[in-house]
């Protein structure tokens, strides 16, 4: 077999383009990336209509996918109750996201006797292991009013293993609890008159940094809680006390949450799925749009959390996961290369 060295030179060409237009801070990115869902429809097919036709949990559960590498998958579940009637909340795929498309989470409404809420379930995967963690996600609430889970592993109570993102009817929750030894184990930051408007877009992280404070003493706590909301993180200053001020008007606390600290060595796992939409013990479900969900095994910094904020404001992706036609090419571009090497040496 042989290919014109001009069409090979075309080839290799069009493959340093791609990656030549991967920012290096996309790039980076990726270090750590364990779960990656961009809600987006590119990433299914279905019946080869573009733009696919919505999916909807009351048709059926349908896959969530992970493009991270990890293949952790979720599973967008209907809601299950004890009447013969279709409830009316469901989980809605195709609306439009902050990049690309997002999930839809509707209101169940009432009449119903709900057994187990519509939501996104990536079963039990990815627990803290103490090394550094980061939860990032965009949502679009519906409305501004009651308590709305919008993604959680765990801890559906404050002193419940795990983490969670929530919203009130006063502003964000970003909370979680451990079994270690630090000051207490309900840990938190909250801000108050955040989520001022429905049907506004919302950037909101979560990062557990066992290591944000090194100050040579390995009794004292050095692990901080730092939760971030359009960009602006609650700090690594330390308060062992509730509603005691941190960065950028967060506090510390939050959803009977005592404390930003741990010590080195507690770890913030659960036993129970990663769940959008819904709390970790089901209710308090969230009404909104979810899009850009994503998982580090790592403490991502300020500057990157921010990154990922500013790239969403601007409707790029947070991190260039290649596509299946990219995957290809590469793959024909190596294969080329190595044809045209051992003709040369034949």
Same mark, same amino acid.
């Given at each position: 077999?042989? $290919?014109?060295?001009?069409? *090979?030179?075309?080839?290799?060409?069009?493959?340093? !383009?791609?990656? *030549?237009?991967?920012?290096?801070?996309?790039?980076?990115?990726?270090?750590?990336?364990?779960?990656?869902?961009?809600?987006?429809?590119?990433?299914?097919?279905?019946?080869?209509?573009?733009?696919?036709?919505?999916?909807?949990?009351?048709?059926?559960?349908?896959?969530?996918?992970?493009? /991270? %590498?990890?293949?952790?998958?979720?599973?967008?579940?209907?809601?299950?109750? #004890?009447?013969?009637?279709?409830?009316?909340?469901?989980?809605?795929?195709?609306?439009? %996201?902050?990049?690309?498309?997002?999930?839809?989470?509707?209101?169940?409404?009432? @009449?119903?006797?709900?057994?187990?809420?519509?939501?996104?379930?990536?079963?039990?995967?990815?627990?803290?292991?103490?090394?550094?963690?980061?939860? #990032?996600? &965009?949502?679009?609430?519906?409305?501004?009013?009651?308590?709305?889970?919008?993604?959680?592993?765990?801890?559906?109570?404050?002193?419940?293993?795990?983490? #969670?993102? &929530?919203?009130?009817?006063?502003?964000?929750?970003?909370?979680?609890?451990?079994?270690?030894? %630090?000051?207490? #184990?309900?840990?938190?930051?909250?801000?108050?008159?955040?989520?001022?408007?429905?049907?506004?877009?919302?950037?909101?992280?979560?990062?557990?940094?066992?290591? /944000?404070?090194?100050?040579?003493?390995?009794?004292?706590?050095? +692990?901080?809680?730092?939760?971030?909301?359009?960009?602006?993180?609650?700090?690594?200053?330390?308060? /062992?006390?509730?509603?005691?001020? !941190?960065?950028?008007?967060?506090?510390?606390?939050?959803?009977?949450?005592?404390?930003?600290?741990?010590?080195? +060595?507690?770890?913030?796992?659960?036993?129970?799925?990663?769940?959008?939409?819904?709390?970790?013990?089901?209710?308090?479900?969230?009404? %909104?749009?979810?899009?850009?969900?994503?998982?580090?095994?790592?403490? *991502?910094?300020?500057?990157?959390?921010?990154?990922?904020?500013?790239?969403?404001?601007? @409707?790029?992706?947070?991190?260039?996961?290649?596509?299946?036609?990219?995957?290809?090419?590469?793959? $024909? @571009?190596?294969?080329?290369?190595?044809?045209?090497?051992?003709?040369?040496?034949?």
């Amino acid at each position: 077999m042989y $290919i014109p060295r001009q069409c *090979l030179l075309h080839l290799m060409g069009t493959i340093a !383009l791609t990656v *030549l237009l991967t920012s290096s801070t996309q790039a980076a990115l990726l270090d750590g990336l364990q779960l990656y869902s961009p809600m987006d429809d590119v990433t299914v097919n279905r019946s080869g209509v573009n733009p696919p036709p919505a999916l909807e949990t009351n048709s059926g559960s349908y896959t969530v996918q992970d493009l /991270a %590498g990890t293949v952790q998958n979720g599973t967008a579940l209907p809601t299950t109750n #004890s009447e013969s009637a279709t409830p009316s909340g469901q989980v809605v795929s195709s609306a439009t %996201g902050i990049v690309g498309e997002a999930l839809s989470f509707t209101a169940e409404g009432t @009449g119903y006797t709900v057994t187990g809420e519509r939501r996104v379930d990536y079963g039990n995967v990815l627990n803290d292991a103490g090394n550094g963690y980061t939860v #990032s996600l &965009w949502f679009k609430p519906a409305t501004t009013s009651g308590t709305q889970f919008i993604a959680s592993k765990g801890n559906g109570g404050s002193a419940s293993n795990g983490w #969670s993102i &929530w919203q009130s009817s006063t502003g964000i929750v970003v909370r979680g609890s451990h079994n270690g030894t %630090g000051d207490d #184990s309900r840990v938190g930051a909250y801000r108050s008159n955040s989520i001022t408007t429905a049907d506004t877009w919302y950037h909101v992280a979560l990062v557990i940094d066992p290591d /944000a404070v090194v100050d040579g003493d390995a009794k004292t706590n050095d +692990g901080r809680w730092i939760a971030y909301f359009n960009g602006l993180g609650s700090g690594t200053t330390g308060q /062992a006390a509730v509603n005691q001020d !941190l960065a950028n008007g967060w506090k510390s606390g939050g959803g009977a949450a005592v404390t930003n600290t741990f010590a080195t +060595g507690d770890i913030f796992d659960s036993t129970t799925s990663i769940r959008l939409g819904a709390r970790d013990s089901l209710g308090a479900e969230f009404n %909104g749009l979810i899009d850009e969900f994503a998982i580090w095994d790592r403490a *991502l910094s300020a500057d990157e959390i921010n990154d990922i904020y500013q790239a969403g404001l601007n @409707g790029d992706p947070l991190a260039p996961v290649p596509e299946p036609s990219t995957v290809v090419l590469l793959a $024909i @571009g190596v294969f080329a290369g190595l044809l045209v090497w051992r003709r040369k040496r034949t």
